[in-house]
């Protein structure tokens, strides 16, 4: 604390001499200090035009210009960890929640006290946005995968995996089921809620609904289970590594699948094609529920900020409104987090059915650790589809090597 | 006496004191802000520019100097900087959660270790100032009003003015502050802390806007005296000496901080499990995939540009322009294109070329190798064409003309006189081809990303995998978590095997131009 506040008094004194100096000397009059910085805010394009206007208003009724900042998505996390240290970072960053890790792992956000607006917003989205008890982020916007359903090909929901298989063979198309996987890496994302139904998370969720990054579940008796589907499904053609999220979903809009695992950025492409779709929750294929990784989306509060007054003004009362949460669901299409801005908009049906099955989801684990986790996780699910060994053999030794790597 | 000036060097010296003004003005601004910074290092490196600077352009005489200043000094910044920068990172351990000062790195930790008292109610409070001091003028929930400071406990107050909401507003003697004088210290008012009562445990009030304060617990304390952070059940975390708060059971306070660590990186280069088990296999493969790119590449840019090189061929133009296309492409770009036209069941290459077969050519280990030399090599025989080409048609006519005579045959005019000419000019290009496919990051990454993977190894390596995406992978990608230092270390490693490989090439080219 003595450090900062040295260098506060430095900074404060050297301002003041320079003042005195260009203002020529002229009598100092023992005011309160002005404000004369700006927000730097670091957004993607998408943001950025929403952002604008709301910007404009905050310049005019708080007088703190906001300065928009473009960035590709992509780039923002590990920029922000390179630059905020330096000292040159934004004062808010736009960032989706399972960054959190690595963005407090690195010292470079802020808590955030939402004070009694947690309240206002998606459970979910408030426990995605907290790390070790602490709440770090503003949400703006949930998303997660849900099954798509050719209604002219399969009239019925079905009830289990099993059940959706066999009316997707039934059905007579190419294919009984569509997920996109990638021939290196599967798809542990997609993947996941098949495997969350035969009980195994990846970390054990603890009592508040966040995970414990040191109690690795993948390997309890579910995740064998899920292992042997793998292999099962594999072999029976009904998961494909060669089938990729582009091929997917062009076999999906060409008609020649009922059912297709995926989120909401692919409704565009389906929609335009005519084909007549229903979103369902995802049938569970080991008995328990078959729940999606949630992902939430929202602000940041550099650690470095030195305009932490007007940043928190600026997302908790202006971010944080209805009106900007709905403009920034037009432009993103992703529900929003504002619980208020959300009962608007699932006036669209396909926003109602999708945040109705992220209703069961967990948020996706927002631990540092998750990096380690992706790689392993992806590529043992490929040579498990493939054939590549015993299932359960592999999936331990997947268990070990991350285990390993995460004890260091 | 000297000779008048001509109003064309008044205009140079105008021109150049404007120029110089300029570059000062940067420099002092600089100066400026490292100053406030505490830079010293980098605050002491611009002054000595600066004053080198003008200290040459202001002098007479020394034109030589006048004339080397400006590219010495973009050498400086942007070659010897970037190679000492990252030969100092490679002694350190710059990476994820040790990217800050000590100092920062103390202040997030005492940041993050506030939390709030769970169930614990929003007050309403007024920033108040007195004497350059701050103070909060607190409304509890019921409707009490309350004065404290920064490790001033809260006090009953009575004589208070409020607003329409209830909220107390005002005090005799002090200033009530607006949004906007906050604003204009703001990190001040966010630091302020104002006990609830006498005793700590109490907890604190705390600001994040400036109008609601809520109450907050500090798990750890700092002692500045033995720079150690205590936690509420007592436990003791000390500096451990890697850059990091560590307590006797090993538990890390995040975050930490940059150190300098020796050798540490050079060494952990070499004992990581994840570099060590595959690093003999992953070497060989490097080295075959860097020369049978260059080897292939160059075979069939010679073989074409012996073939274009016929003076009577028509449509000579046309036929090198599309010869040239791959190489207009972005090479990460043509990965992706290529990984779509591999594809097992859907590619263009098992599905038209093959009829249907589903021949695994990015999933099976040794197809997986053919398959990045083969879009290497599209991707490079242009290049080599164009230089072969160029050689080609600097080896005069004449040699070719005479050889013919003496009743050679054109394949021991190529073999003797050609191909030893033109070796002499293309070579070094050739050496450089080497040194790039070694370090040719894009087309595995976009093509392979290393795999195929034998996920019963353990280790991350696939089997396209060279040194460079191997490290890629343990410094930055999915090992456990970024890692800058030893990415630096890796870095220099690789320039050393590069380098000694390029010295010994450059040796036996030398054995070439002897020949002449």
Same mark, same amino acid.
């Given at each position: 604390?003595?450090?900062?506040?040295?260098?506060?008094?430095?900074?404060?004194?050297?301002?003041?001499?320079?003042?005195?100096?260009?203002?020529?000397?002229?009598?100092?009059?023992?005011?309160?200090?002005?404000?004369?910085?700006?927000?730097?805010?670091?957004?993607?394009?998408?943001?950025?035009?929403?952002?604008?206007?709301?910007?404009?208003?905050?310049?005019?009724?708080?007088?703190?210009?906001?300065?928009?900042?473009?960035?590709?998505?992509?780039?923002?996390?590990?920029?922000?960890?390179?630059?905020?240290?330096?000292?040159?970072?934004?004062?808010?960053?736009?960032?989706?929640?399972?960054?959190?890790?690595?963005?407090?792992?690195?010292?470079?956000?802020?808590?955030?006290?939402?004070?009694?607006?947690?309240?206002?917003?998606?459970?979910?989205?408030?426990?995605?946005?907290?790390?070790?008890?602490?709440?770090?982020?503003?949400?703006?916007?949930?998303?997660?995968?849900?099954?798509?359903?050719?209604?002219?090909?399969?009239?019925?929901?079905?009830?289990?995996?099993?059940?959706?298989?066999?009316?997707?063979?039934?059905?007579?198309?190419?294919?009984?089921?569509?997920?996109?996987?990638?021939?290196?890496?599967?798809?542990?994302?997609?993947?996941?809620?098949?495997?969350?139904?035969?009980?195994?998370?990846?970390?054990?969720?603890?009592?508040?609904?966040?995970?414990?990054?040191?109690?690795?579940?993948?390997?309890?008796?579910?995740?064998?289970?899920?292992?042997?589907?793998?292999?099962?499904?594999?072999?029976?053609?009904?998961?494909?590594?060669?089938?990729?999220?582009?091929?997917?979903?062009?076999?999906?809009?060409?008609?020649?699948?009922?059912?297709?695992?995926?989120?909401?950025?692919?409704?565009?492409?389906?929609?335009?094609?005519?084909?007549?779709?229903?979103?369902?929750?995802?049938?569970?294929?080991?008995?328990?529920?078959?729940?999606?990784?949630?992902?939430?989306?929202?602000?940041?509060?550099?650690?470095?900020?030195?305009?932490?007054?007007?940043?928190?003004?600026?997302?908790?009362?202006?971010?944080?409104?209805?009106?900007?949460?709905?403009?920034?669901?037009?432009?993103?299409?992703?529900?929003?987090?504002?619980?208020?801005?959300?009962?608007?908009?699932?006036?669209?049906?396909?926003?109602?059915?999708?945040?109705?099955?992220?209703?069961?989801?967990?948020?996706?684990?927002?631990?540092?650790?998750?990096?380690?986790?992706?790689?392993?996780?992806?590529?043992?699910?490929?040579?498990?589809?493939?054939?590549?060994?015993?299932?359960?053999?592999?999936?331990?030794?997947?268990?070990?090597?991350?285990?390993?790597?995460?004890?260091? | 006496?000297?000779?008048?000036?001509?109003?064309?060097?008044?205009?140079?010296?105008?021109?150049?004191?404007?120029?110089?003004?300029?570059?000062?003005?940067?420099?002092?601004?600089?100066?400026?802000?490292?100053?406030?910074?505490?830079?010293?290092?980098?605050?002491?490196?611009?002054?000595?520019?600066?004053?080198?600077?003008?200290?040459?352009?202001?002098?007479?005489?020394?034109?030589?100097?006048?004339?080397?200043?400006?590219?010495?000094?973009?050498?400086?910044?942007?070659?010897?900087?970037?190679?000492?920068?990252?030969?100092?990172?490679?002694?350190?351990?710059?990476?994820?959660?040790?990217?800050?000062?000590?100092?920062?790195?103390?202040?997030?930790?005492?940041?993050?270790?506030?939390?709030?008292?769970?169930?614990?109610?929003?007050?309403?409070?007024?920033?108040?100032?007195?004497?350059?001091?701050?103070?909060?003028?607190?409304?509890?929930?019921?409707?009490?009003?309350?004065?404290?400071?920064?490790?001033?406990?809260?006090?009953?107050?009575?004589?208070?003015?409020?607003?329409?909401?209830?909220?107390?507003?005002?005090?005799?003697?002090?200033?009530?502050?607006?949004?906007?004088?906050?604003?204009?210290?703001?990190?001040?008012?966010?630091?302020?802390?104002?006990?609830?009562?006498?005793?700590?445990?109490?907890?604190?009030?705390?600001?994040?806007?400036?109008?609601?304060?809520?109450?907050?617990?500090?798990?750890?304390?700092?002692?500045?005296?033995?720079?150690?952070?205590?936690?509420?059940?007592?436990?003791?975390?000390?500096?451990? !000496?890697?850059?990091? #708060? %560590?307590?006797?059971?090993?538990? &890390?306070? $995040?975050? +930490?901080?940059? /150190?300098? @660590? !020796?050798?540490?990186? #050079? %060494?952990?280069?070499?004992?990581? &499990?994840? $570099?060590? +088990?595959?690093? /003999?296999? @992953?070497?060989?493969?490097? #080295?075959a995939f860097a020369i049978l790119s260059v080897a292939t590449t160059f075979a069939l840019g010679l073989f074409l540009a012996i073939v274009f090189n016929k003076p009577n061929m028509r449509g000579k133009k046309a036929y090198r322009l599309i010869m040239i296309l791959p190489y207009a492409f972005p090479g990460f770009l043509s990965g992706?294109v290529w990984?779509?036209l591999?594809?097992?069941?859907?590619?263009?290459?098992?599905?038209?070329?093959?009829?249907?077969?589903?021949?695994?050519?990015?999933?099976?280990?040794?197809?997986?190798?053919f398959s990045v030399l083969l879009v290497n090599l599209w991707l490079g025989f242009p290049y080599m064409f164009l230089i072969c080409t160029g050689a080609l048609q600097s080896i005069p006519e004449e040699l070719t003309e005479a050889a013919t005579v003496d009743g050679a045959q054109p394949w021991a005019v190529f073999r003797l006189i050609k191909f030893p000419l033109l070796l002499v000019s293309v070579a070094p290009l050739l050496i450089s081809s080497f040194a790039f496919n070694f370090n040719n990051?894009n087309i595995?990454?976009?093509l392979?990303?290393?795999?195929?993977?034998?996920?019963?190894?353990?280790?991350?390596?696939?089997?396209?995998?060279?040194?460079?995406?191997?490290?890629?992978?343990?410094?930055?990608?999915?090992?456990?978590?970024?890692?800058?230092?030893?990415?630096?270390?890796?870095?220099?490693?690789?320039?050393?095997?590069v380098?000694?490989v390029s010295?010994i090439s450059f040796r036996q080219t030398k054995v070439l131009e002897e020949l002449n």
């Open positions: 604390m003595k450090v900062t506040s040295r260098s506060l008094m430095m900074t404060g004194a050297m301002a003041a001499a320079t003042a005195i100096v260009l203002s020529g000397c002229s009598a100092a009059e023992p005011e309160a200090p002005q404000y004369e910085g700006s927000l730097t805010v670091w957004v993607d394009a998408d943001r950025a035009g929403v952002l604008e206007s709301i910007a404009a208003q905050f310049e005019e009724e708080r007088g703190v210009t906001v300065e928009l900042v473009t960035k590709d998505f992509g780039a923002i996390r590990d920029d922000f960890i390179t630059q905020a240290p330096t000292g040159n970072g934004p004062d808010i960053v736009v960032g989706a929640h399972d960054w959190l890790g690595k963005l407090v792992q690195n010292g470079v956000v802020a808590p955030l006290e939402l004070g009694d607006k947690a309240g206002d917003f998606q459970e979910v989205a408030i426990t995605a946005m907290s790390y070790e008890g602490q709440n770090y982020g503003l949400p703006y916007s949930v998303e997660n995968i849900a099954m798509l359903r050719n209604v002219d090909l399969v009239a019925e929901v079905p009830a289990t995996f099993d059940d959706l298989i066999a009316a997707g063979q039934a059905s007579g198309a190419e294919y009984p089921f569509l997920v996109g996987l990638d021939p290196n890496a599967a798809d542990p994302y997609h993947l996941y809620p098949l495997q969350a139904s035969f009980g195994a998370p990846v970390f054990e969720i603890t009592a508040d609904g966040t995970y414990d990054p040191s109690a690795l579940a993948l390997g309890n008796e579910g995740g064998e289970a899920f292992a042997i589907k793998l292999r099962e499904w594999g072999a029976a053609g009904i998961l494909n590594t060669n089938i990729s999220g582009d091929i997917a979903r062009e076999e999906f809009v060409a008609g020649k699948s009922p059912f297709f695992l995926t989120g909401p950025w692919n409704l565009p492409a389906i929609q335009e094609a005519g084909i007549n779709y229903s979103i369902d929750p995802i049938p569970s294929a080991g008995g328990e529920v078959a729940a999606p990784f949630v992902g939430v989306q929202g602000f940041f509060i550099s650690s470095r900020s030195e305009n932490t007054l007007a940043a928190n003004e600026f997302l908790v009362n202006y971010i944080g409104t209805e009106a900007v949460q709905t403009a920034l669901y037009e432009v993103g299409g992703r529900a929003p987090a504002l619980l208020s801005a959300f009962e608007a908009a699932k006036s669209n049906a396909d926003v109602a059915a999708f945040g109705e099955v992220g209703a069961n989801g967990n948020p996706m684990p927002n631990v540092p650790a998750m990096d380690v986790v992706w790689s392993d996780w992806g590529s043992t699910e490929v040579a498990i589809i493939n054939g590549q060994g015993d299932p359960v053999e592999l999936w331990r030794a997947m268990v070990e090597s991350i285990q390993s790597k995460i004890d260091g | 006496m000297k000779p008048p000036r001509s109003s064309s060097s008044v205009r140079g010296i105008l021109i150049k004191i404007a120029l110089l003004s300029i570059i000062d003005a940067i420099a002092v601004f600089g100066l400026f802000m490292l100053f406030l910074q505490e830079s010293w290092v980098a605050f002491g490196a611009v002054l000595a520019v600066t004053v080198i600077i003008n200290w040459i352009y202001l002098r007479p005489g020394w034109l030589p100097a006048k004339y080397l200043a400006p590219g010495l000094l973009f050498l400086a910044v942007f070659q010897i900087f970037v190679v000492v920068y990252s030969g100092y990172i490679a002694f350190t351990n710059y990476g994820d959660g040790r990217n800050g000062s000590k100092d920062d790195a103390i202040t997030t930790i005492l940041l993050t270790a506030q939390s709030r008292v769970p169930d614990s109610p929003a007050f309403r409070i007024t920033v108040l100032e007195q004497f350059g001091e701050y103070s909060f003028l607190v409304t509890d929930p019921d409707g009490g009003v309350f004065l404290g400071g920064d490790e001033r406990p809260l006090e009953r107050v009575t004589d208070f003015g409020t607003d329409s909401t209830g909220r107390a507003d005002s005090l005799p003697g002090f200033t009530t502050l607006t949004f906007n004088d906050l604003l204009g210290n703001q990190r001040a008012i966010t630091n302020i802390a104002v006990p609830l009562t006498d005793d700590p445990n109490d907890g604190a009030l705390r600001t994040p806007d400036g109008s609601n304060a809520y109450l907050y617990l500090s798990s750890l304390t700092y002692d500045e005296a033995t720079d150690t952070f205590i936690d509420r059940e007592g436990r003791v975390y000390r500096d451990g !000496g890697d850059g990091a #708060f %560590v307590n006797d059971a090993g538990r &890390e306070l $995040i975050p +930490g901080w940059t /150190i300098n @660590v !020796g050798f540490d990186n #050079f %060494v952990k280069a070499f004992t990581t &499990e994840n $570099i060590r +088990g595959p690093l /003999i296999s @992953v070497t060989i493969w490097t #080295f992706l990984l779509g591999f594809n097992q069941d859907f590619g263009f290459i098992n599905q038209v070329l093959f009829g249907g077969a589903a021949i695994p050519w990015l999933t099976d280990p040794w197809l997986a190798k990051f595995i990454y976009m392979t990303g290393g795999g195929p993977r034998d996920v019963t190894a353990g280790v991350d390596a696939g089997a396209t995998d060279i040194l460079i995406t191997l490290v890629y992978k343990v410094a930055f990608g999915e090992g456990t978590g970024r890692d800058y230092g030893l990415a630096s270390a890796f870095a220099i490693l690789i320039f050393f095997i380098a000694t010295i």
